[in-house]
């Protein structure tokens, strides 16, 4: 008999047969092996119920052959494969007539780092409302009454740090407004502050400590007003005058009306004499602004009446000595 020739390194192989990797073919079985259970116990026809019943048989039947076909030479033996198979079927199939709640407790563990996870996120993001319908969840539905207590007290705890620093801010926008006397604005939002945050201490009276401050500035302001009109600083006691005009009633205002009336007449008296001054001096340009400032600051005044009537002449002037480059 003629020996068979050796084969060389470019001789054709033998072709192995083509077969599915057996976990694909372990998850497919288990997928309609799933579904002809899940027909079979949930189907409310009786058809349905026993067509389901028959696929599931099948297909338990069917398996062994299409792991062994699948199963290669040096992976696990067909009765290994068998066990581990049996195994996940029967846990399928003892969970997949489970009640809801059997499920449940089956996969409380799971269940409950699902919850502390979402409850860490949910403080992660300040959503701490959110957090605590998570926490009450935690220890009703799932009896972690310890747990939850934990977590209550973290919640809390950060949302009051949280909620402080916002406090702590928003009063720094309010000592601002304070400071620059926007009185209107910064009792606008002292009641603002007052309402979103009723629980901290740091609002206690805020709407009165508002009050306080403009107080104590109205209060400055008289005691500098009398101070300059003492020492005959007309110009700066009429400027705080002004000012001062805006917080006084008119009760309020009564005990400084004589001094008040000193300081116009002594400002009217030296604008006028400015006035003159610059005309015969002839400094148009000083002439009309003081001219101005007598007809805006002292309107119904004789003196008013006088530079009204030589303005028009003194702009004139100016706008020549302006022209011809002379200041």
């Known amino acids: 008999m003629a020996e068979p020739a050796e084969r060389g390194p470019h001789s054709p192989q033998p072709r192995k047969p083509l077969a599915l990797p057996q976990g694909a073919v372990i998850l497919l079985f288990l997928g309609l092996l799933g579904g002809s259970i899940a027909m079979a116990s949930l189907a409310a026809d009786g058809a349905l119920r026993t067509a389901g019943a028959v696929a599931a048989f099948l297909i338990a039947a069917m398996f062994p052959m299409a792991l062994r076909a699948a199963t290669p030479m040096d992976g696990p033996s ?4 068998m066990d581990r198979i049996s195994r996940a079927v029967e846990r399928l199939t003892h969970e997949g007539g489970l009640s809801e ?3 449940r407790v089956l996969h409380r563990k799971q269940e409950r780092n699902l919850l502390r996870h979402a409850i860490e996120q949910d403080i ?4 701490y409302d959110a957090a605590m319908i998570l926490v009450q969840e935690l220890a009703d539905r799932f009896g972690y009454r310890a747990d939850a207590e934990e977590f209550r007290a973290r919640i809390e705890r950060v949302r009051a740090q949280s909620q402080d620093a916002v406090v702590v801010a928003a009063l720094e926008h309010l000592d601002g407004l304070i400071r620059a006397r926007r009185w209107p604005e910064a009792f606008a ?7 979103l945050y009723p629980d901290s201490h740091r609002v206690v009276r805020l709407r009165e400590r508002t009050e306080e401050a403009r107080n104590r ?3 400055d302001l008289e005691r500098r007003f009398l101070g300059l009109a003492q020492r005959e600083q007309v110009d700066e006691a009429m400027s705080v005058l002004k000012e001062l005009d805006h917080y006084l009633t008119e009760s309020e205002a009564e005990p400084f009306r004589e001094v008040a009336r000193g300081v116009i007449g002594k400002a009217r008296d030296n604008l006028g004499v400015r006035f003159k001054l610059a005309v015969q001096d002839r400094n148009w340009n000083e002439a009309v602004e003081v001219g101005e400032r007598i007809v805006a600051e002292f309107p119904n005044s004789r003196m008013a009446g006088e530079a009204r009537e030589m303005l028009d002449t003194l702009r004139e002037r100016a706008s020549r000595l302006a022209g011809a480059g002379i200041r």
């Open 78 to 81: 067909p009765r290994e494969s």
């Open 189 to 195: 939002e002292a009641s603002r502050i007052t309402r």
């Open 217 to 219: 500035y109205k209060l």
């Open 124 to 127: 992660q993001d300040g959503d």
């Open 101 to 103: 709640t059997a499920k």
